[in-house]
T-cell receptor, first 113, second 115 residues
Framework: DAKTTQPPSMDCAEGRAANLPCNHS???????VYWYRQIHSQGPQYIIH???NNETNEMASLIITEDRKSSTLILPHATLRDTAVYYCIVRVATQTGANNLFFGTGTRLTVIP | DAGVTQSPTHLIKTRGQHVTLRCSPISGHKSVSWYQQVLGQGPQFIFQYYEKEERGRGNFPDRFSARQFPNYSSELNVNALLLGDSALYLC??????????????FGDGTRLSIL
């Protein structure tokens, strides 16, 4: 599975866009990029995923570079409730059909009032 | 709709004891995965089960075992507990496994403390 590299921490002003980068330079063609976040004392929460194209849902947008070696998660209008650890994960289905998620240490995003 | 539910929420054990953690997946989900999250680190994959069969195993000792029942709920068992087993144990469910988009939905975990 491809490894991901994320900055350990970032700050963002409330109401501004939060842009969280992720490098996954060894990603393979069939590997999806997933983003999860974990708010203190809770389980990880699915945010968004993508394979090749940019994606948008009610929570965030995901921008994947054309060579797929990096991506950016965008929270368009950050609120205090978005303070969390954000994980960028590259997931592949194994020959046994498993869909393991390999988490790194993530980016701790702090939204500042 | 109910999400992934785990029990108990907190548990205190002593070294050498055995523990069983339980997980009920989201209704309709047939795959359950277990993760261990040590303080300050991201979750680490332990097992994935689908249709009662083990489909994946992480780098954990044989003291860790799991099973999935016909109703798709699951148990994680850990024998001969060590201090290092103190962690948040997370369960995640997904509809199926294999290729394609398969988001895993997590419960809030069981906090296991070993004294």
């Amino acid at each position: 599975d491809a490894k991901t590299t994320q900055p350990p921490s970032m700050d963002c002003a409330e109401g501004r866009a939060a842009n969280l980068p992720c490098n996954h330079s060894t990603i393979s063609g069939n590997e999806y990029v997933y983003w999860y976040r974990q708010i203190h004392s809770q389980g990880p929460q699915y945010i968004i995923h993508g394979l090749k194209n940019n994606e948008t849902n009610e929570m965030a947008s995901l921008i994947i570079t054309e060579d797929r070696k990096s991506s950016t998660l965008i929270l368009p209008h950050a609120t205090l409730r978005d303070t969390a650890v954000y994980y960028c994960i590259v997931r592949v289905a194994t020959q046994t059909g498993a869909n393991n998620l390999f988490f790194g240490t993530g980016t701790r995003l702090t939204v500042i009032p | 709709d109910a999400g992934v539910t785990q029990s108990p929420t907190h548990l205190i054990k002593t070294r050498g004891q055995h523990v069983t953690l339980r997980c009920s997946p989201i209704s309709g989900h047939k795959s359950v995965s277990w993760y261990q999250q040590v303080l300050g680190q991201g979750p680490q994959f332990i097992f994935q089960y689908y249709e009662k069969e083990e489909r994946g195993r992480g780098n954990f000792p044989d003291r860790f075992s799991a099973r999935q029942f016909p109703n798709y709920s699951s148990e994680l068992n850990v024998n001969a507990l060590l201090l290092g087993d103190s962690a948040l144990y997370l369960c995640a469910s997904s509809f199926r496994v294999g290729q394609g988009h398969q988001p895993q939905h997590f419960g809030d975990g069981t906090r296991l403390s070993i004294l």
